[in-house]
């Protein structure tokens, strides 16, 4: 089965819906990229979903017999055991029975996954953690997204998909995150907390290069920017990314504790916008705080695949699910 | 194979030695108890396992070539790949081929295992954790142990055994655990940590049963004599373990966010002296630090087999590993 058929990845996002099919070498045979316009509502965006998935069979030079399986990477929570979409704020879904649409439309077997799940199983099955036997992967973006592989499985709970990296407690107090949690690893590591401690520092009037760029709507103050403004010189943007990122390092102590990966990615608009940063930083802090015996059993790595992270993890995945 | 063979579970401790024979449904067949007598060196105590396992082999009725596997529950660092046991500070050993030394005695293979990861897999086998689909067991003693099962397979790192709850960060500051981290789950949880707040409390005045039974001396402080303090009213002695309590569900809360499983067991001295506390008081934690779409998806239970978890883990796991 697995010599000739061919994997749709999809990855559907709040803004944008990009979907390719893939060979068992995950060569791309098409590709296919599409607003998504939540705002229209569920109905328009899945007919969207349908007709992207249409084009990209179509255009993709196979048999449409030869079509395995469909993998879809959302941005939200989802019912792993009867695939409804119960809840993704940035297309505005609650309950959305998305696998029983596609499935039966393409007549073939479709598996949903977190889109960050996703980005973090494209990274291992063909991007910079492939070979590895535990991966787990952190994504600064909006908030922070995690994913973990072990010994070629995505780790899903029974009935929820699993590592919610953002909202795991890490310090006392402090301010709220987007769940109306303290302490958690979002509140100081997300690309949101980094953009509003810059906007303050841009009010303080102390990040003058950030300020010539944006000023202090955090909404502008996007990954690149905030790159820009440190390579011009803005210690203050500087430092406060380098405090997030000692607390992404806090939390890979406690991921190398509870999951012993051998390899770590990080990747996001922050991470890829300034790697070095990030990789570093964290690799400095995780082996200050991991104990004795992990020293040196694990690897951080920066993402590879950047926007196409989310399909090939995706179709990766459908395609391991028809393995079983 | 499945069908007729048998397995032997051995539990390592730092004062005793536990083994058992186990046929297919968990079902005893022999049993032998020896003193480990760590302080008379790593050779001494190899001799009295290959001894403790002969006696196994031959009171529990079966041929000798019924013997699947060997399951060996262990209280330290073990290198996976070369079954070496890295470091076990309870019984003073540092690299010791445990996994060669019994595989050339007996002509079977030889799994090796974390003593808690053993534990929690035992109760998944065959105890409170029977039919759940991802495990997480916390396991709170000299420090605080951990342990995971998903989908079956007990979640260990490619060359170290994972899940080390103890030392994951879940606040700022504070004092040194075991490993010197601050803020870690060991400080505050661990029944060390509960043992020495209950001797300050005994030593300001402010827990007279207690004072009555054992006085300031923490290595009299065990579990048992604790639960006693409380039921006879020691009101401060009940606050510390409800706070450490509640960073028990503090942890549950991490790693429901980063695993998602729907059973999580409590095991260990402390849980069976008191059960209900550290049980109903870790979930009410646990369910109020959730996120909103994880509530109600995970039990959290006492564990059930006591001192036999280990036993019954490291059998279930070698035969686990023999099945693959």
């Keep these: 089965m697995c010599e000739k058929g061919y994997w749709i990845g999809f990855d559907l996002g709040g803004t944008k819906m990009l979907a390719a099919a893939y060979d068992e070498n995950y060569s791309q045979l098409s590709r296919e990229k599409k607003r998504t316009k939540a705002l229209e509502g569920a109905e328009v965006v899945v007919e969207r979903v349908l007709d992207t998935i249409r084009k990209v069979k179509s255009s993709c030079g196979r048999e449409e017999t030869e079509l395995v399986g469909i993998g879809m990477a959302v941005p939200g929570t989802i019912d792993l055991e009867t695939g409804v979409v119960l809840e993704a704020p940035n297309l505005g879904w609650e309950n959305v029975p998305l696998r029983t649409i596609l499935e039966e439309e393409f007549g073939c077997p479709v598996v949903l996954g977190n889109d960050v799940d996703c980005g973090v199983y494209g ?26 592989v072990i ?27 987007g769940a109306f949690r303290e302490g958690t690893l979002e509140t100081v590591a997300s690309r949101l907390a980094i953009s509003a401690a810059s906007a303050q520092a841009v009010f303080r009037g102390a990040a003058p290069n950030l300020k010539k760029e944006v000023g202090t709507d955090l909404a502008d103050i996007r990954s690149g920017i905030l790159a820009d403004s440190i390579r011009q010189g803005d210690k203050t943007v500087e430092k406060i990314v380098q405090h997030a990122v000692g607390y992404i390092g806090k939390a890979v102590v406690t991921l190398v504790h509870l999951f012993s990966p051998d390899r770590i990615v990080l990747g996001g608009g922050l991470v890829e916008a300034m790697p070095e ?12 705080g991991v104990l004795k015996s992990f020293r040196g059993t694990y690897e951080i790595v920066a993402a590879e695949l950047g926007d196409d992270a989310a399909i090939v993890g995706a179709a990766a995945w459908a395609r391991k699910k028809a393995e079983q």
Excluded: W
């Excluded at 910079?128 to 995690?146: D, K, Q």
């Excluded at 570093?280 to 200050?288: F, I, L, Y």
């Design 277 to 288: 940063l990030f990789v570093e930083g964290t690799r400095r802090h995780a082996e200050k």
């Design 123 to 148: 990274e291992y099955a063909n991007g910079s953690a492939r070979g590895a036997c535990n991966v787990v992967g952190i994504f600064p973006g909006t908030g922070v997204g995690g994913g973990c």
């Design 151 to 177: 010994d070629g499985m995505l780790l899903q709970g029974k009935r929820r998909t699993a590592m919610e990296i953002g909202h795991i407690p890490l310090y006392s107090g402090g301010p709220l995150d």
